[in-house]
């Protein structure tokens, strides 16, 4: 009886473990088999323990180049589509117009419909504008695709704001930039931030259309499709668990920082 008691107190607690658990189980396997050392081409069978993967991260030809590429499109897209949509944000929250509520529909269009749809429609018209598949196609096209996701993380956060704290600012004689710079901007840094951290992610996971609009350029999520067609090496193991770390590292510091700034309020 006491055992039931203490599970219908606690059964929330116990089903967001178990939930967390099973997100978590593909990164244990990724981290796992990162220290693995196969005797075949696929890395799938667990054979002995080895760090050669880890001393030698760049030891598979085109691996760190398409990595390296990866992040470069991801930080330019996310730059891009953070400041678009940081800006249509805000107009379609402070300021009225013409089809203000046509633009608030098509914005979620691109969360909407498959990514094989979009990643066609760019392809098309790539090729009827002439364009050369590559590097400024695949950032053109993670511009777009990310562009919806900044616009509805940033609206969240300006409707929220309170306006009278703009309004307060100004009756304290601040101008209109200082009154971005020292109210405005700081309210909606957590929504830019979130929309800037998603549209990373997505730009830098994404294959359907980069694969679409690519050409002959190969990225880290193209390249661990390929590899998978041949072989997978222990090296795209090391270089998700790396990132799954340092993706961790980031939340857990941001947290820290939270706590101590709440702490230094109260």
């Known amino acids: 009886m006491a055992f039931v008691n203490w599970f219908k107190r606690n059964v929330v607690v116990i089903a967001g473990l178990l939930t967390l658990a099973y997100l978590l189980l593909p990164n244990v396997v990724v981290t796992v088999f990162s220290f ?11 054979q002995e323990f080895s760090t050669d993967a880890w001393r030698d991260p ?21 730059l891009g589509a953070t400041l678009l949509g940081t800006l249509i944000a805000f107009a379609l929250v402070r300021y009225r117009f013409r089809a203000r509520g046509a633009v608030n529909s098509l914005i979620f269009l691109p969360m909407a419909m498959p990514e094989v749809v979009m990643a066609a429609s760019l392809l098309t018209l790539f090729l009827n504008m002439g364009a050369e598949l590559g590097f400024w196609t695949i950032l053109i096209a993670h511009i777009m695709f990310c562009l919806s996701f900044v ?73 661990v499709w390929g590899s998978a067609q041949r072989g997978t090496p222990v090296q795209i193991n090391v270089i998700g668990t790396a990132m799954f770390v340092v993706a961790v590292a980031l939340v857990l510091v941001s947290m820290a920082v939270g706590n101590r700034r709440k702490r230094q309020k109260a």
């Open 58 to 78: 760049c030891g598979v030809s085109g691996l760190c180049g398409s990595l390296g590429l990866s992040l470069q499109i991801a930080l330019s897209a996310t």
């Open 151 to 223: 616009v509805v993380a940033v609206k969240a956060r300006v409707m929220s704001m309170d306006p009278r704290l703009e309004q307060a600012a100004q009756d304290l004689y601040a101008g209109p930039v200082q009154t971005f710079l020292r109210v405005t901007l700081p309210i909606a840094a957590p929504g830019i931030a979130a929309g800037a951290l998603l549209a990373f992610a997505l730009s830098f996971d994404d294959f359907i259309i980069t694969n679409f609009n690519a050409g002959s350029t190969v990225t880290f999520p193209m390249f």
């Open 36 to 46: 693995n050392k196969p005797k075949g081409r696929f890395n799938y069978q667990w």
